[in-house]
């Protein structure tokens, strides 16, 4: 990380992107397991940052075990879509959530105890949940199948790849000023282009599903990455920050990275139950 500090901005960008994108999809195709592995470790780093972010606004949430609540949610969903335990096991998740207000029970000196409480259930509903949800999509076809958690990351990246360089090279036409003074409607075109593009290249090689279900994720993940791009701003704006962390050189940290993927898993999963 400390080398990559020697180049500007954009190099730092595209190499921890070409880098980490390779790390992600290595291990998606290799092996449910490997798969299990990145996302466990993207899904706890990401969490850690969220109530770092919190802590940071002078709110107090229970870090660890928030933290603890989603890692054994996203362990629950994996091993329950795997098969390897009943899905009986969810119900596990209602009282580990109620010890959060028995938690805050031993801390007197605490001002607001309901509103650190919130916080704690805001990070893993806003961060856990989706992740844990990635699991139900990646197990969609009743076994792992790497295609559609492939499929989707390449479409979210595009969107992003898409969005950066037409807002760079073409943005005027502001598309939230009130949140993000950066993002442009041109920015927002050029993302859908390229995911719409990529969707169109996955359709033909990905059989896992139907090309009109492809084009429907597409879609789901243009307007959620735009969405959940807006969301995370909108933390950060409150608590008067530029980026979630210093984690990954280019981009921020964990939760400015995969901002789209929280707000755009939970409508893939709905989607790909439903229809």
Known sequence: MIVLKKYNNLTQRLITGLLGSALIIFGVIFSEWTYFVIFFFICIVSLWEFY???GLDGMIPQKTFGTICGMIIFCLSFFIEQRSISYRYYFLI????????????YKKTERKPFTNIAFTFLGIFYVAIPFALLNIASFENGYYDYQIMVGCLFILWASDTGAYFAGTLFGKRKLFERISPKKSW??????????FIFA??????FQSLAFWQ???IAIIII????FGDLVESLLKRSIEIKDSGDSLPGHGGFLDRFDGLLISAPFIVAFLEIF
Do not use: D, N, Q, S
Not at 200 to 205: D, L
């Open 223 to 226: 307007i959620g990455g735009v």
């Open 94 to 105: 209602f009282p580990l959530l109620a010890c959060v207000y028995m938690i805050k029970l």
């Open 214 to 216: 492809w084009m429907c």
């Open 52 to 54: 770092g972010l919190a």
């Open 186 to 195: 041109e920015g927002a075109v050029g993302g859908a282009i390229l995911a």
């Open 200 to 205: 169109f290249v996955i359709a033909r090689y």
